[in-house]
């Protein structure tokens, strides 16, 4: 069973990358209607990540934001806006879901 915490992280996450997303899409704000729907979704985003703050460390909130956020930017920006990325980089994005795993699944720090 998930955690509420850990649920409204994910919703946080989901909103961000969403945000991501529009951003790219606004062409530097150029798009009114993306850029507008952005904002919406990083508000969003910034409230629901506010909320597992009260209960997970600050540090540990972040790196699982971040990083899964990442991840899931880069999948959205090579499968819609054809931004394809390189075996470094790749690496790079593999080494960071390996540490999101491990906090998830090693660290105390995500008991609450």
């Known amino acids: 069973m998930v955690s509420k915490p850990s649920l409204y992280l994910a919703i946080a996450i989901v909103s961000e990358v969403i945000g991501t997303s529009l951003l790219t899409a606004s062409h530097g704000f150029a798009r009114w209607g993306y850029a507008v729907a952005s904002l919406a979704a990083y508000g969003c985003a910034f409230y629901f990540l506010s909320i597992p703050l009260k209960t997970i460390p600050t540090g540990i909130v ?9 991840v899931l930017v880069s999948a959205i920006g090579a499968l819609f806006f054809k ?5 470094p980089a790749l ?12 906090i998830n699944l090693f660290s105390g720090s995500m008991q609450h």
């Open 91 to 102: 690496i790079g994005i593999g080494l960071i879901m390996v540490g999101v795993l491990v």
């Open 83 to 87: 931004q394809m990325l390189d075996m």
């Open 62 to 70: 972040y790196a699982i934001w971040s990083g899964v956020g990442i």
